[in-house]
């Protein structure tokens, strides 16, 4: 199943997204697709709600495309989980995951226009593999349990601001958290249809330059063993966003660094996870 989710902000509706390529309102058997949802087995009751079949109501084309899920209660991101991706940036390949959190308020649309804050100059994209958490996952006693916690997957778009995140002390977090940083979507593809996580395509253009191009098929951590070792330290909950790291190609790496401006447009896609594009303004 796709999941999606449409309206203005503050007051998005559930759907999903059919095999005809159409948006359909579930907003008439379920709240959101939100913690309580995927903690109240609100996965199986959709499925068998959709093997019954019925007609639902057609969303229009004019209609926002929002997050696919609701504002998660965590994001936890994996920095430097490609080794190419390491390099570019001058680090060492690290031994464990990197990990780093990112406000969950942060959370937008799959084509809304993303902010470049105020006082950043060196605003950069990061493709990744986004990873949705169905039931509570703590102490896992191996990366062979973690698919029983997993809900699906999606895009999660890891904008950064590079002089916060790098040139004002302390950890990452100040470089993550910007309004409309974590555009996600345009639908969430439940981890039953997933046939192969660790062999999906990612892209990433810049003004229609490709920048990006990858695999997770070569992260240094895969999904797995990221979900098992993130419950050896935190309680995972429905609903949480673990973002898995970016390859090679992003700004910061080009020589000279090149950052995004007024006016750009990026457009990213995972193989069998859609496409995203967003247009980069200035705050006002």
């Given at each position: 199943?796709k999941?999606?989710?449409f309206?203005n902000?503050k007051?998005e509706?559930p759907?999903?997204l059919?095999e005809k390529?159409?948006?359909?309102?579930l907003?008439?058997?379920f709240?959101?697709?939100?913690?309580?949802f995927?903690a109240?087995?609100g996965?199986?009751?959709?499925k068998e709600?959709?093997?019954k079949?019925g007609?639902f109501?057609?969303?229009?084309?004019?209609?926002?495309?929002?997050?696919?899920v609701a504002?998660?209660?965590?994001i936890i991101?994996?920095?430097l989980?490609?080794s190419?991706?390491?390099r570019?940036s001058?680090?060492?390949i690290p031994k464990?995951?990197?990990?780093?959190?990112?406000?969950s308020?942060?959370v937008?649309?799959?084509?809304d226009?993303?902010?470049?804050?105020?006082?950043?100059d060196?605003?950069?994209?990061?493709?990744?593999?986004g990873?949705?958490?169905g039931?509570?996952?703590?102490?896992l006693?191996?990366?062979?349990?973690?698919d029983?916690?997993?809900?699906?997957?999606?895009?999660?778009?890891?904008?950064?601001e590079?002089?916060?995140?790098?040139?004002k002390g302390?950890?990452?977090t100040?470089g993550k958290s910007?309004k409309?940083?974590?555009?996600?979507?345009?639908?969430?593809?439940?981890?039953?249809e997933m046939?192969d996580?660790?062999?999906?395509?990612?892209?990433?253009?810049?003004?229609?330059?490709?920048?990006?191009?990858?695999?997770?098929?070569l992260?240094?951590?895969?999904v797995?063993?990221?979900?098992?070792y993130?419950?050896?330290?935190m309680?995972?909950?429905p609903?949480?966003?673990i973002s898995?790291?970016?390859p090679?190609?992003?700004?910061?790496?080009k020589k000279?660094?090149?950052?995004?401006?007024d006016g750009d447009?990026?457009?990213?896609?995972?193989e069998?996870l859609?496409?995203q594009?967003?247009?980069?303004?200035?705050?006002p």
């Amino acid at each position: 199943m796709k999941l999606i989710r449409f309206g203005n902000e503050k007051n998005e509706k559930p759907g999903i997204l059919d095999e005809k390529g159409e948006r359909l309102d579930l907003s008439g058997y379920f709240e959101d697709w939100d913690e309580k949802f995927f903690a109240s087995g609100g996965l199986e009751k959709l499925k068998e709600l959709m093997t019954k079949g019925g007609e639902f109501p057609k969303i229009a084309e004019s209609v926002r495309w929002a997050p696919c899920v609701a504002r998660p209660p965590k994001i936890i991101c994996i920095g430097l989980n490609y080794s190419d991706h390491a390099r570019e940036s001058g680090a060492e390949i690290p031994k464990e995951p990197v990990v780093f959190m990112k406000a969950s308020n942060t959370v937008s649309g799959p084509y809304d226009d993303v902010y470049i804050p105020k006082n950043g100059d060196k605003t950069d994209w990061e493709v990744e593999l986004g990873v949705i958490i169905g039931k509570e996952a703590m102490y896992l006693e191996s990366p062979d349990e973690a698919d029983n916690y997993i809900a699906g997957y999606c895009i999660s778009h890891d904008v950064s601001e590079r002089a916060f995140q790098l040139e004002k002390g302390g950890q990452w977090t100040k470089g993550k958290s910007c309004k409309g940083f974590s555009p996600i979507g345009p639908f969430l593809l439940t981890s039953d249809e997933m046939d192969d996580v660790n062999s999906l395509k990612l892209e990433l253009k810049v003004n229609g330059e490709p920048m990006q191009q990858g695999n997770t098929g070569l992260m240094i951590f895969d999904v797995h063993h990221i979900v098992w070792y993130l419950s050896q330290f935190m309680v995972l909950e429905p609903g949480d966003l673990i973002s898995t790291g970016t390859p090679p190609g992003v700004g910061m790496g080009k020589k000279p660094p090149q950052y995004l401006k007024d006016g750009d447009v990026v457009e990213l896609g995972i193989e069998g996870l859609g496409f995203q594009k967003q247009k980069f303004v200035n705050y006002p």
